[in-house]
């Protein structure tokens, strides 16, 4: 039985087709100069690119988004430096197969002297073990280690890997890199130079740039897919335009990961633009959140606590509105419940800011955890017997309701710490009028300056 992909050439022998390879892996680069969109690292005279060019590098782990050129880099450097390059990924390796590759990179080193680049790629996801596994083999020379991966680097590699290697850090592509890289797809790759020849806009090359976020392997294996689509609905004169790009790629690619550093980055720009009432820049990065599949909910509670923790007194309203939409949003649900996150965010953004009761709370837990806990001042202590009440239990407590405006002046506090003052607040919005109100009340801790 023939492979599917089989295929009978003239003479009636049956032919293999060579696997397909898609664009982006074709396009690859193998020279330090044909490496674009990383010239902080890479341009000419920086560190690297002098160290790469004279065939000298140490260990070194990338830490940069998708598609930025991570494992291309280190496949140039290995070449550069006439090295075996052995790449291994961190999902689907273990200890094992790094023992394989210590074992073969030591007979390599002994029977030549030649040198092995082993890259491990999404390096993140080896364990401790695994990572302390490469420790005395980067020590002695065995092997020159790169890592490339998405994560900080300060939080999912182990500090004695940390510092037996060099951090770089790669960018996204930006967009004139990313039609640079097209331009050149389009230039020399056989594929897709072949008849009937496409005819790419410069508006398809800008807006595929647009839709791949900074990802060249995006940009290119869009790039592919359109001229395949254009040859089959024009097999004469096939064209690609930003309506057909728009039409096959409907959504733009964003780079969001939930559990990783980038979930912790746009949740604090949020709070950070809610707290700095821009309303816009609230609304942008509650909807890069949402738009990259995160948790509606996670989002909710973090508003919750804002309004308490950053609007709180000056707005006491906005605590209500906060648990009114997340109810409202369990009640109708993704995407129509979208609107509600949006309403409130603005209004947050908006609203006038006090974090005095934030404030109040660490003072409080802290006179508390270094006091003594003296005990509750008797004349407000609870006497449900008559035991108790001998024992002067809620002894002349003072009604407030029994006098007028519903206050008089008593002591609430231990003797210990009477007169100290935890809530400050602050002259703004509604907690103005409660600051005039406690002022009147209790002049002796709320009208000092």
Known sequence: ????????????????QAPYQPLADRMR????????????????????RILLEAGLSGSIIFWGPPGCGKTTLARVMAQTSDAEFVQLSAVTSGVKDLKQVFERAANLRRSNGRKTVLFVDEIHRFNKAQQ?????????????????????????????????????????????????????????????KRNPQVDVAEDALARIALMAAGDARIALNVLETCCEIARQQNPFQPSVNAQLVAESFQSKSLRYDKGGEEHYNLISAL??????????????WLYRMIEGGEDCR???????????????????????????????????????????????AVYLAAAPKSNSIYTAEAVVKKTIREGNEPGVPFHIRNAPTGMMKELGYGRRYKYPHDYANGF????????????QRFY?????????IAAERLKLFWPERYDKK
Do not use: W
């Open 298 to 344: 996670f989002i909710l509670r973090r508003m919750i606590r804002f309004a308490s923790e950053d609007v709180g007194m000056a707005d006491p309203f906005a605590l209500t509105l906060a648990m009114s939409a997340a109810q409202a949003f369990d009640y109708v649900g993704p995407p129509e419940g979208h609107l509600f996150l949006a309403q409130l």
């Open 424 to 432: 400050t607040p602050k002259k703004i919005g509604k907690e103005k």
């Open 132 to 192: 302390d596994a490469l420790l005395p083999h980067i020590e002695s020379g065995t092997v020159v280690f790169i890592g490339a991966t998405t994560e900080n680097p300060s939080f999912e590699v182990v500090s004695a890997l940390l510092s037996r290697c060099q951090v770089l850090t790669l960018k996204s592509v930006a967009e004139d890199a990313l039609i640079s890289i097209m331009l050149r797809a389009l230039d020399i790759d056989n594929d897709l």
């Open 29 to 48: 680069p193998t020279r330090i100069e044909d490496i674009l969109g990383q010239e902080h690292i890479l341009g000419e005279g920086r560190p690297l």
């Open 1 to 16: 039985m023939n492979d599917l992909f089989d295929f009978e050439s003239s003479s009636g022998n049956i032919q293999k």
């Open 271 to 284: 709070h950070k633009s809610m707290r700095g009432s821009d309303p816009d820049a609230s609304l942008y």
């Open 408 to 419: 008089v002046h008593e002591t609430y506090l231990p003797e210990e710490i009477e007169g």
